[in-house]
């Protein structure tokens, strides 16, 4: 999507947890904590997901610190950058990231540019996030993918735009 947007005219930024190109390229900013392979990433998502011992005020707590971390990172980024559309891959489908979701779901909210939200797949249909360990994140999951007047959806196929518009409205 990026080379074709690019060969129509348009300025492409890159917004990722991890490309080996970031640090030779100015329009990809790295948010390395948003990379669903970073130790912290896979800690956090096993402690909401699988079996945890962790209590649910240290879970929400961890899960409100990271949010608030990729807040900040995410409006840094989007207050520099000033974009003018704003494409999402799969950040609002899944919970592979869930912090980084709900941060960047805030920082869409205040600035309210247009939004195009790419959808492969739901959390509702992957086991992995089937079994969330505390209401908090079932409450975010639910919350996803967001409805929101600046936002459009697209999907993979007429099933999962069905789906989508089951969950959505």
Same mark, same amino acid.
């Given at each position: 999507?990026?080379?074709?947007?690019?060969?129509?005219?348009?300025?492409? $930024? @890159? !917004?990722? *947890?991890? +490309?080996? %190109?970031?640090?030779?390229?100015?329009?990809? $900013? @790295? !948010?390395? *904590?948003? +990379?669903? %392979?970073?130790?912290?990433?896979?800690?956090?998502?096993?402690?909401?997901?699988?079996?945890?011992?962790?209590?649910?005020?240290?879970?929400?707590?961890?899960?409100?610190?990271?949010?608030?971390?990729?807040?900040?990172?995410?409006?840094?980024?989007?207050?520099?950058?000033?974009?003018?559309?704003?494409?999402?891959?799969?950040?609002?489908?899944?919970?592979?990231?869930?912090?980084?979701?709900?941060?960047?779901?805030?920082?869409?909210?205040?600035?309210?540019?247009?939004?195009?939200?790419?959808?492969?797949?739901?959390?509702?249909?992957?086991?992995?996030?089937?079994?969330?360990?505390?209401?908090?994140?079932?409450?975010?999951?639910?919350?996803?993918?967001?409805?929101?007047?600046?936002?459009?959806?697209?999907?993979?196929?007429?099933?999962?735009?069905?789906?989508?518009?089951?969950?959505?409205?």
């Amino acid at each position: 999507r990026r080379k074709a947007l690019q060969r129509a005219g348009h300025n492409v $930024h @890159l !917004i990722t *947890g991890s +490309d080996p %190109k970031a640090n030779l390229d100015p329009t990809i $900013h @790295l !948010i390395s *904590g948003m +990379d669903l %392979k970073s130790p912290g990433t896979r800690k956090l998502r096993s402690m909401l997901f699988d079996s945890s011992s962790t209590p649910a005020d240290i879970a929400e707590y961890n899960f409100k610190t990271q949010t608030e971390i990729f807040f900040d990172q995410l409006g840094e980024t989007f207050t520099q950058e000033d974009f003018d559309l704003i494409f999402v891959h799969n950040m609002f489908s899944l919970g592979y990231n869930l912090p980084a979701s709900i941060a960047l779901l805030a920082v869409l909210d205040r600035i309210k540019k247009p939004v195009v939200a790419v959808n492969h797949d739901f959390h509702w249909d992957r086991p992995a996030f089937s079994n969330p360990q505390y209401e908090f994140v079932l409450n975010h999951l639910n919350s996803l993918p967001p409805k929101r007047p600046y936002m459009s959806h697209l999907v993979i196929n007429s099933q999962a735009q069905m789906d989508l518009e089951v969950r959505t409205g």
